[in-house]
Nanobody, 124 residues
Framework: QVQLVESGGGLVQAGGSLRLSCAAS????????MGWFRQAPGKERDFVAA????????DYADSLKGRFTISRDDAKSTMYLQMNNLKPDDTAVYYC?????????????????WGQGTMVTVST
């Protein structure tokens, strides 16, 4: 079972940047597809980005393309989410997730392991 721990959240002004990390431990990480999701206050959890095994495939929520970048370092068993030009609407708890398949895509039900989340707050 893969265990996931997010870090890197915090308070940032609009227009700023943050890089989130998701450290994985447990069974082999390199074969797993991974993803980022977020849940804004009072809203449902939504897809942010996904990355396949070996980073062959990446996908982003349409509204986030060009501002967010997902990546992974298998040697460090860590996935990242670089977030640039942050907006107040990006305020949310960000979760990383892993699937037992090589790629999980946008559907939350594809992922069977979740981290506890890290809070990102973007101020005006």
């Amino acid at each position: 079972q893969v265990q996931l721990v997010e870090s890197g959240g915090g308070l940032v002004q609009a227009g700023g940047s943050l890089r989130l990390s998701c450290a994985a431990s447990g069974r082999t990480f390199t074969g797993n597809g991974m993803g980022w999701f977020r849940q804004a206050p009072g809203k449902e959890r939504d897809f942010v980005a996904a990355i396949s095994r070996s980073a062959i495939v990446t996908d982003y929520a349409d509204s986030l393309k060009g501002r967010f970048t997902i990546s992974r370092d298998d040697a460090k068993s860590t996935m990242y989410l670089q977030m640039n030009n942050l907006k107040p609407d990006d305020t949310a708890v960000y979760y990383c997730a892993a699937t037992g398949f090589t790629y999980g895509g946008r559907a939350q039900q594809s992922y069977d392991t979740w981290g506890q989340g890290t809070m990102v707050t973007v101020s005006t």
